[in-house]
């Protein structure tokens, strides 16, 4: 299958429901080949297949992050270019995974292929997400991946106590509820 043709099918075949994002990862996860179209589709904001795309992306990163490891280059290059909320959420889920991985006493693997500059990447553009106008969900991602990057890299933690005690007023029940743990783990 080609990259248009799997752009074709996603587009017309997956809807919001869950099942349908499963279905596809699994057919994804099933031939590893369509990995690198269906990353490279997801950034393509001009493809009208780009959001459910990057929606079959994020369950394939629950199962798979191991496979964004080569493309880490491709993968932070691109994730501050994303301006359609329905593709930032899913990148920033992404991004939340990348960040439990490097965080993870287990998981060695990625040490060998998140570098410094894919971490500042990652951390510029959550930046970027925090203080944008971004729904919940996307800023509960990223606050976490930040603290998380923000143990290795010691300003991180003071910019985004800075945010989150600057936004948290104003914010939905489900911001305060993710960035009163979040400070709580800053100030730990």
């Not at 031939?31 to 994020?58: H, M, Q």
């Not at 629950?62 to 491709?74: C, I, S």
């Not at 510029?124 to 890299?153: C, H, N, P, R």
Request: hydrophobic residues 45%; contains cysteine.
């Amino acid at each position: 299958m080609n990259k248009d043709e799997l752009a074709n099918l996603i587009n017309t075949k997956v809807t919001s429901y869950r099942e349908y994002r499963i279905k596809y990862a699994e057919l994804v996860i099933n031939d590893k080949s369509l990995f690198i179209p269906l990353l490279e589709l997801a950034f393509d904001e001009t493809n009208e297949a780009s959001i459910k795309v990057s929606w079959v992306l994020d369950f394939v990163s629950r199962e798979k992050l191991e496979w964004f490891y080569p493309h880490l280059d491709f993968f932070t290059d691109n994730i501050s270019k994303v301006k359609h909320h329905s593709i930032v959420r899913p990148m920033a889920r992404i991004c939340e995974l990348l960040a439990k991985a490097y965080a993870s006493k287990k998981n060695t693997e990625i040490n060998k292929h998140l570098t410094k500059s894919h971490i500042s990447k990652i951390i510029e553009t959550g930046f970027d997400w925090m203080i944008s106008d971004q729904k919940v969900a996307v800023k509960a991602y990223t606050m976490e991946a930040l603290f998380l990057f923000g143990k290795e890299i010691d300003w991180v933690h003071g910019e985004l106590k800075l945010i989150l005690v600057q936004e948290i007023s104003g914010g939905s029940p489900a911001y305060k509820a993710r960035a009163k743990k979040i400070l709580k783990w800053i100030d730990k």
